[in-house]
């Protein structure tokens, strides 16, 4: 299929053209991104925003299917060694990158080993200065010989030691393969020069206006019935920032999806029992599905902190007594319209397959046991305590506020102070916050990634309580050299059980994605990363 310019200019110059969103006959897919896009470098790929372009332009080695499950990508199959250091991938040979002019006659040329170590290599690269640099920290020898081409289709892998989550790791957008050619061209303007392996190719970007991508004819992968993927034949990104002005667009069947439901506008579509409201019915889909993403408050943990010597905080039995002095399942029916799960078990979420929540016991409204713990800790009906400061972000303080008035039922008195995000994180990085809001959105689909938040070796991120506990990091360590599921989802419980124990931390909620979709889109799969998958999607007309 061949587009020409005149295409593409009215894909930049229309909004959307009614329930139909087609140009001369083409499958347009329209959504907004109201967060922006910093970037279409991989290496960069720390936000959803930037992931979700990423990920339609490049490929990695592996990935996960909308059950989480691994699956070939690049690589068509691997193996690992006996003692789990060695991974051996075999690459497709019929994998191409886009046309480009740093190439020999601007024809993409075939991906091969060379490129996969050589993207590995510049992630870590010091001079690339990339966000994702800590894939590999401690996991390889930097010194040479981790990344191997063993010839054009076969890539190997040295690990240090055994990590079991290795292949999540390699399925993040970080981990993207990139042509040597391109990077060393364009240099720092690569960030909007992509040259990838994915579905779509960047047709044209103007800044805080519009991105297009245009399907890659050259992609490799067909569905079940031997037909080429994407379905798709553009993609047209929006960057309006108000997200009342996006439901409208979206309402009005210029927009195919939203991403979430804005507080401004969650009331006037979903019931208190998170359905659509009747009026609603029809004329949209909701699309809810568990998400790997635990949001919590957090407790500075660190014994030597002159902000934790002298507060009642310090106590376990005091933390206990705010995990079970608040109503969750309240807070989610009156402030969230039900979407999403009372966090009652632990700090890993529901949606990862270790999760088990009558293995894992955390916490349920119970202010009568609350007040006993407070008065365990010396504190009866809270006398004592004084005033707990709680600090969260703007988007939070509804949630800070109803938790701070729930807790005066049993004594304490929480004063909720209101920072921008930017403040929040620094201060919790350099451990000056004591008690603050905080949300943990998995980077891959292993309990691992949410159990190192809590292993004394790591920095604050991510162990930003500074929660220190021998028994805790020799569990932890012993799940990452274990090969056997079970047994390995066996230690993620003992650990997050310990974690609801001493509760450093008050899980609230275990998050869901949620999309509002037009009608028409067919094959817009959920997943628990929530990465916006539109290889498989289709638009039927009306």
């Given amino acids: 299929m061949k587009i020409n310019k005149h295409f593409w200019i009215a894909l930049i110059l229309l909004p959307g053209c009614g329930s139909r969103q087609t140009v001369g006959g083409k499958k347009i897919f329209y959504y907004n991104e109201s967060d922006g896009v910093a970037t279409l470098d991989p290496a960069f790929a720390k936000n959803r925003s930037i992931m979700w372009v990423v990920h339609q332009l490049y490929s990695t080695l592996v990935e996960t299917d909308d059950q989480l499950h691994f699956v070939p990508a690049l690589a068509r199959s691997w193996e690992v060694s006996a003692d789990r250091t060695i991974w051996t991938f075999h690459l497709r040979n019929d994998v191409f990158f886009d046309d480009d002019p740093v190439f020999p006659g601007g024809k993409g040329r075939r991906m091969a080993a060379s490129d996969v170590v050589y993207s590995f290599r510049r992630l870590l690269d010091p001079l690339t200065a990339s966000s994702g640099a800590w894939i590999f920290h401690g996991r390889i020898d930097t010194g040479g010989g981790a990344f191997q081409a ?91 920032e108000e997200k009342a002005a996006e439901f409208l667009l979206f309402r009005q069947g210029q927009l195919d999806f939203i991403n979430e439901i804005d507080p401004s506008f969650k009331d006037e579509v979903l019931s208190k029992k998170g359905v659509l409201k009747s009026e609603w019915m029809g004329k949209i889909n909701l699309s809810v599905a568990p998400q790997l993403n635990t949001e919590y408050l957090g407790i500075l943990m660190d014994s030597t902190s002159p902000l934790v010597k002298g507060s009642p905080l310090r106590f376990r039995a005091v933390r206990q007594a705010i995990n079970c002095g608040f109503d969750r399942r309240k807070m989610i029916l009156y402030l969230k319209n039900s979407l999403g799960l009372p966090a009652e078990s632990g700090f890993v979420p529901a949606g990862l397959p270790s999760f088990d929540s009558m293995r894992v016991r955390g916490y349920n409204y119970d202010p009568d046991h609350a007040r006993a713990l407070l008065a365990s800790a010396g504190y009866p009906d809270g006398k004592g305590v004084g005033v707990i400061k709680l600090l969260t972000v703007p988007n939070y303080g509804d949630f800070a506020n109803f938790i701070a008035r729930e807790l005066e039922d049993i004594g304490l008195h929480v004063q909720v102070e209101v920072v921008q995000k930017s403040l929040l994180l620094e201060e919790t990085a350099q451990s000056e916050a004591l008690f603050f809001r905080g949300s943990w959105i998995a980077d891959y689909p292993d309990a691992e990634n949410y159990l190192s938040v809590f292993y004394s070796k790591n920095p604050a991120p991510p162990n930003y309580t500074r929660y220190n506990d021998p028994e805790f990091d020799r569990l932890y360590e012993q799940a990452l050299r274990e090969s056997n599921d079970s047994l390995r989802y066996m230690l993620y419980r003992q650990m997050d059980q310990r974690v609801m124990d001493a509760s450093p931390v008050i899980p609230l909620w275990y998050d869901e994605v949620v999309h509002l979709i037009n009608p028409r889109v067919v094959g817009l799969r959920p997943n628990g990363l929530n990465l916006l998958e539109l290889r498989r999607v289709d638009l039927r007309e009306k």
């Fill in 150 to 240: 063993v010839d054009d289709t076969t890539f190997r892998l040295v690990l240090m030691r055994p990590f079991n989550p290795i292949l999540g790791l390699l399925s993040m957008e970080y981990c993207s393969i990139v042509p040597r050619e391109a990077t060393e061209k364009y240099g720092k303007d690569f960030r909007r020069h992509p040259c990838g392996t994915g579905p779509f190719r960047l047709q044209s970007w103007e800044e805080g206006q519009a991105l297009i991508l245009l399907k890659n004819e050259h992609y490799f992968e067909k569905d079940s019935t031997d037909r080429s993927l994407p379905y798709l034949d553009a993609v047209k990104v929006t960057f309006n």
